[in-house]
């Protein structure tokens, strides 16, 4: 069986170096043109070198569904990837798998275009309520919607046969590295690789912090099943979309009635049973897609799952937390949204890995009533409760002191099981960061 989040606590426990250090690999680190070379590779086996003598653990890496299927239904090429484990493990790094079943492109930190499949957009070209819509009708290509999860709208197979089949793949062609280089993979549920909704994207514009997105439930495939639930409430007319007062992707929540504090649609008897709805299909998604992983990485010792949920920490200090609603989760002042993913995970044994530890209050500006370290202390207090491991990334890119600072901490008081240190690169490699980012590690070592 994957190896439980209450295993990977433990074995962080007695592990001498205290919790350990990651390092994400470039966005582009496998070539994406046919993914059968790597990108730099002159230099990057000194990179990996410079790593591990500064005491990181590991390497993670995306693996992407449009560079290794991109072409051909069913046709995998995983040779860029097998070369970048060879040269982690001679190295001596292990590495972190993200299945990354999203686009890259049109989010905070996308420095390179990476579409979904061909064949998949060439699908939702011809049927576009697979992809995820907004109330105007706009569509995301970031992620296949999560409303046609179990129909075989992808040549004949449905969205999780499809991320079933990819992992399976994965699996059979690094077999070999399993459990004693790669130790670990993320599997990817949405934008960015995250469980949620594309509430808020940054392509073309459409989003800009700290604006508290949209709901996206308009394809018909979500509508359906907003109308089938709304007939089983008793209420009809509450399956005909999503609130209509929720204002835009910039607005604030004060400026729409459906958030605004108080006596805002929010907490009424419909915005209950909407986000109820709207909530729960995330979940059930993850656990479909997580029922998946486990089916493909269950018996492979020294393996474990993690799935990546988002730090929305706009506006959290507000009543109804908007940016939180309209990506899916369900998480109020007066309500833990945090707990029922959590517990999801836990059923899978898989680890709760959160953004914006890096991040503090006094930092974010004022109007945005972002307190990035409360939502951090009430996710990690979720994993708790629901016995799953909590493991960290930094939001943004920083090499300061202040905010490794800010990490050290939260691992300490909420035991992390892990931290992932967004991104290698140039930057990264600069004397004084190096020298700042080596002494982090070295105190992340002995943080246990």
Known sequence: MAESAAAAGQSSSVRKSGVPVFVMMPLDTVKTCCGSGL?????????????????????????????VEGEESGLYNFEGYMKLVEMARDAKLKVQAVMSFHQCGGNVGDTVNIPLPRWVVEEMDKDQDLAYTDQCGRRSYEFVSLGCDDVPVLDGRTP????????RAFRDHLAGFLGDTIVEVQV?????????????????????????????????????????????AGNPDWGLGGPTDAGGYNSRPD???????????????????????????????????????ASVFGHEPGVRLS?????IHWHHGTES????LTAGYYNTRR????????????????????????MRDEEQPRDARCMPEGLVRRVAAAARGAGVGLAGENALPRYDD???????????????????????GSDLFQPDNWRRFAAFVTRMSEAG
Request: net charge neutral.
């Open 39 to 67: 990108n730099h590779r002159r230099t990057m086996a000194r990179d990996l070198a410079a790593l591990k003598s500064s005491g990181v653990e590991g390497v993670m890496v995306d693996v992407w569904w449009g560079v």
């Open 160 to 167: 999780i046969r499809c991320y079933t089949d990819f992992m």
């Open 188 to 232: 990817g549920m949405g934008p960015a690789g995250e469980l949620r909704y594309p509430s808020y994207p940054e392509s073309r514009g459409t989003w800009k912090f700290p604006g508290i997105g949209a709901f996206q439930c308009y394809d018909k495939y979500l509508l359906n099943s907003l109308r089938m639930a709304a007939v089983a």
């Open 255 to 293: 400026d729409t009635d459906f958030f605004r504090q108080d006596v805002g649609g929010w907490d009424s008897e419909y915005g209950q049973f909407f986000m109820s709805w709207y909530s729960r299909m995330l979940i059930e998604h993850g656990d479909r897609v997580l029922s998946g992983a």
């Open 307 to 311: 799935v990546k949920v988002a730090g």
């Open 321 to 324: 937390h908007a940016p939180e």
């Open 335 to 358: 309500r833990d949204g945090y707990l029922p993913i959590a517990s999801m995970l836990g059923r899978h044994g898989a680890v709760l890995n959160f953004t914006c530890v890096e």
């Open 402 to 424: 202040a905010a490794y600072d800010q990490v050290l901490v939260t691992a300490r008081e909420e035991r992390m099981v892990a931290f992932t240190y967004l991104r290698m």
